[in-house]
T-cell receptor, first 111, second 116 residues
Framework: GEDVEQSLFLSVREGDSSVINCTYT??????LYWYKQEPGAGLQLLTY?????DMKQDQRLTVLLNKKDKHLSLRIADTQTGDSAIYFC???????????FGTGTRLQVFP | KAGVTQTPRYLIKTRGQQVTLSCSPI?????VSWYQQTPGQGLQFLFE???????NKGNFPGRFSGRQFSNSRSEMNVSTLELGDSALYLC???????????????FGQGTRLTVV
């Protein structure tokens, strides 16, 4: 079945870059998404990438997709304390016709 | 443009009771999906409705049900509540079927249900 995996924690210093990684198993995924969840809040869509793209940049965010290895990453440049949150990657499972979420990566930014 | 609105935000219920949660999607959006979020299981898909029809369903028992009205508002119902149903229930709306560039899912703040 479809599975999406992420590392649980990432800790970075303010001003450094953060890289959050995600692996998925569904080779038929068409879109892959990154969501951010702050404490007590719902999920905020950050960005997405279509499966025929390798990279997408949106201000401080860069998404890299290695379709061969089924690996997705989110790079946050100049990480700020306000970026501290849980980040979820999600794939649209073409075979299951639904969004499959990863376990989430808790990003902690320290001064 | 208002975002996705979920009511109530917090709810405390007793085991055995039933509960109804409400979700108002973004105006013009026709698809509503529901997710359960728990520390142990993460985000689990419950079901998706599009134009009043359930199009997809996750692996949850029949105690979990939902419906969508003609104005796209959706409700989910959980009957015979169990302690393990305590979770954050999230609703997401999309213009059409989720999974496309113009149909990405936008989430509400969620309803935190505590079963005691």
């Amino acid at each position: 079945g479809e599975d999406v995996e992420q590392s649980l924690f990432l800790s970075v210093r303010e001003g450094d870059s953060s890289v959050i990684n995600c692996t998925y198993t569904d080779s038929s995924s068409t879109y892959l998404y990154w969501y951010k969840q702050e404490p007590g809040a719902g999920l905020q869509l950050l960005t997405y990438i279509f499966s025929n793209m390798d990279m997408k940049q949106d201000q401080r965010l860069t998404v890299l997709l290695n379709k061969k290895d089924k690996h997705l990453s989110l790079r946050i440049a100049d990480t700020q304390t306000g970026d501290s949150a849980i980040y979820f990657c999600a794939e649209w499972g073409h075979n299951t016709d639904k969004l499959i979420f990863g376990t989430g990566t808790r990003l902690q930014v320290f001064p | 443009k208002a975002g996705v609105t979920q009511t109530p935000r917090y709810l405390i219920k007793t085991r055995g009771q039933q509960v109804t949660l409400s979700c108002s999607p973004i105006s013009g959006h026709r698809s509503v999906s529901w997710y359960q979020q728990t520390p142990g299981q993460g985000l689990q898909f419950l079901f998706e409705y599009f134009s009043e029809t359930q199009r997809n369903k996750g692996n949850f028992p029949g105690r979990f049900s939902g419906r969508q009205f003609s104005n796209s508002r959706s409700e989910m119902n959980v009957s015979t509540l169990e302690l393990g149903d305590s979770a954050l229930y999230l609703c997401a709306s999309s213009p059409g079927q989720p999974g496309g560039a113009d149909t990405e899912a936008f989430f509400g703040q969620g309803t935190r249900l505590t079963v005691v």
